[in-house]
Nanobody
Framework: QVQLVESGGGLVQAGGSLRLSCAAS????????MGWFRQAPGKEREFVGA????????DYTDSVKGRFTISRDNGKKTLYLQMNSLKPEDTAVYYC?????????????????WGQGTQVTVSS
């Protein structure tokens, strides 16, 4: 059974940091590119960042570049999102997703498996 389980969300003040984790099971994690998406209240889900199967390539949406870092540990089957200098506009439910290819993608339809999400709330 495929599972993606996010953790690490919570409430943080603006300027603070959080590290999200996504534990994968039930599929060959090391051969899948992975991504993070987020959905703020009343908005469409949007791309945050993605990483290739061995972590040699990453991409980010412009609004998080220089603040967020995506990484992975294939031995632990875990994806990470380090979020620094958080802003109130980063408040959203954050989802990890798995893509059945080794290269990264920025669109939702390119991802096959999804987690349930973890809430991140940034207070001003």
């Amino acid at each position: 059974q495929v599972q993606l389980v996010e953790s690490g969300g919570g409430l943080v003040q603006a300027g603070g940091s959080l590290r999200l984790s996504c534990a994968a099971s039930g599929f060959s994690f090391s051969t899948y590119a992975m991504g993070w998406f987020r959905q703020a209240p009343g908005k469409e889900r949007e791309f945050v960042g993605a990483i290739s199967w061995i972590g040699d390539s990453t991409d980010y949406t412009d609004s998080v570049k220089g603040r967020f870092t995506i990484s992975r540990d294939n031995g632990k089957k875990t994806l990470y999102l380090q979020m620094n200098s958080l802003k109130p506009e980063d408040t959203a439910v954050y989802y990890c997703a798995a893509r059945r290819f080794i290269t990264i993608a920025t669109i939702e339809d390119a991802y096959y498996y999804w987690g349930q999400g973890t809430q991140v709330t940034v207070s001003s």
